[in-house]
């Protein structure tokens, strides 16, 4: 246990501190490339020097954004050896592909958006700092779909002479790319950095505000910054809410602990917070239906029928079954060879059960309960910073076109701490994706005490404070390169 709880507690660390610069990367990104638009469009040069500053801050961002996101994918064959076995036939498509065409075509274009000033004609910068930003986005896609599989693995089957999950034509290639729950994330979480980069806009240019300088950058920044945050608010309740359908169909205990619900049942009421419900919303986001069955906790436990008529086993039942699946796979690549019609038998048994075959490395029901307390508190951030943000967004766009924000000092700090309050959201949002999910590496296929690598715990314990350290360190020097990037200013005026 030891080995599993520091794997994945550096696995997470990793995972946070990356993902604190992809979603300002997403968002930057497309309000950079809108200023560098009306800049074209204007040929007025304020939209030129105001493009030029954000684009300061993006390349700071990007820059230390990469190096976490390569150990990132080293952590998966060093800590995560017998996932990566078991996946590496579909997994590694998408990461390569994210490699090979989304990552090198965001970095070639990156650097003509930002040294190819006065090198190539105005059209064609704007041109490669759109496709720097779509590149960024294709990037994600790309990781999304890997993770997205790994919430509802779909498109592949075991092969047990490999003892791997894999693709077996191009048909399954194309199902794994178009999974819903792949497709919903990535929406999601693209313009949930929409959101991120159009607040750290936002809340930059308010603290200008608030110390009297580069008024009218400010205020132009804040309109086009506000315009992306609210079309990327809008969004994000959109796929949100196809991310809940997708979770009540293929994670039902994902959404159980995001709602704490024990014993479910039709007209399920939302808990806003514990003592405050509103009776029957948990149906309607879950099934789109009032009438809607959503299974608790205890029920899927227990087995239930869902609203399709299908009788889901109970999880002790899967356990059984799995247990059967993982005798089978012993017999049949013990006897392959020397008894082929006993191997035929057991590789019968294997496919009939071979869905459940995660469930038999489990050693009690219980064990498929994610920690229901924090998940069921970061679903609420999510939600709650969420709707703070938009509010905090709206207020401040239309203040700023109308220039009365100035003399708003409340809200000039409201939207200045909205900066931390977005990321402790978009951290909490990944919290109920990935930890609503435990015990599974891969939904029902693999929990993580099968998927780890076979590592001394004093080894992960290591490398653990030592990412740390450099991550921290990282972490405080980009820090203070940007905020005296801030304080130096876009010096467009000093009105």
Not at 32 to 43: D, F, N, Q, R, W
Not at 361 to 388: C, N, Q, S, T, Y
Request: proline residues 4%; neutral net charge; hydrophobic residues 50%.
């Amino acid at each position: 246990m030891d080995i599993i709880i520091w794997s994945r507690l550096q696995f997470a660390m990793t995972a946070a501190y990356h993902w604190l610069f992809v979603p300002l990367t997403l968002g930057l990104a497309m309000v950079m490339a809108t200023m560098e638009t009306l800049y074209v469009i204007k040929k007025d040069e304020f939209w030129l020097k105001t493009t030029k500053f954000w684009m300061k801050l993006f390349a700071i961002n990007f820059a230390v954004g990469i190096a976490t996101g390569i150990i990132l994918e080293f952590e998966f064959g060093t800590n995560w050896s017998n996932y990566s076995w078991f996946v590496g036939d579909m997994f590694g498509a998408p990461l390569a592909i994210e490699g090979i065409l989304a990552f090198f075509m965001e970095a070639t274009f990156f650097a003509v958006m930002f040294f190819g000033w006065n090198k190539v004609s105005k059209r064609f910068h704007l041109i490669s700092t759109w496709l720097t930003g779509i590149g960024a986005t294709i990037s994600a896609y790309w990781i999304l779909v890997a993770n997205g599989w790994m919430q509802n693995p779909v498109g592949t089957t075991f092969n047990p002479d490999t003892v791997r999950s894999e693709m077996a034509s191009a048909q399954a290639f194309w199902e794994v790319v178009s999974n819903p729950v792949a497709v919903s994330k990535f929406f999601h979480s693209v313009t949930s950095g929409w959101m991120t980069g159009a607040v750290f806009v936002v809340g930059v240019s308010c603290w200008y505000l608030l110390k009297g300088r580069e008024k009218e950058f400010a205020r132009k920044s804040i309109i086009v910054g506000g315009i992306v945050g609210l079309i990327g608010s809008a969004a994000v309740m959109l796929s949100g809410d196809a991310s809940g359908i997708h979770a009540a169909e293929f994670q039902p205990m994902k959404l159980a602990a995001a709602e704490g619900l024990e014993d479910g049942g039709r007209r399920a009421p939302f808990t806003i917070i514990p003592g405050i419900k509103i009776p029957g919303m948990l149906s309607i986001l879950a099934t789109h239906d009032l009438d809607g069955y959503v299974p608790g906790i205890n029920d899927i436990i227990r087995g239930y029928t869902d609203n399709d008529g299908n009788v889901i086993p109970s999880v002790e039942k899967k356990m059984e079954m799995g247990r059967t699946a993982l005798d089978a796979l012993a017999t049949y690549r013990e006897l392959r060879e020397t008894n082929p019609d006993s191997a035929a038998v057991a590789r019968a048994i294997l496919d009939e059960n071979v869905q459940y075959m995660g469930y038999g490395h489990l050693e009690k029901p219980e064990d498929v309960i994610p920690p229901v307390g924090m998940v069921f508190w970061a679903f609420r951030f999510m939600i709650g910073i969420g709707m703070l943000i938009a509010l905090v967004l709206l207020l401040t766009t239309w203040l700023s076109w109308k220039n009365r924000i100035a003399d708003k000092k409340w809200l000039l700090w409201t939207a200045l701490w909205c900066i931390p309050l977005v990321y402790i959201g978009g951290q909490s949002g990944w919290v109920v994706a990935e930890v609503g999910r435990q015990p599974w590496t891969i939904q029902g296929l693999l929990p993580v005490n099968v998927a780890i690598s076979s590592l001394s715990a004093a080894a992960v314990k290591t490398t653990f404070f030592l990412f740390l350290a450099i991550f921290a360190a990282f972490l405080i020097i980009e820090i203070r390169i940007l905020l005296g990037t801030i304080k130096n200013g876009p010096k467009i005026s000093e009105d």
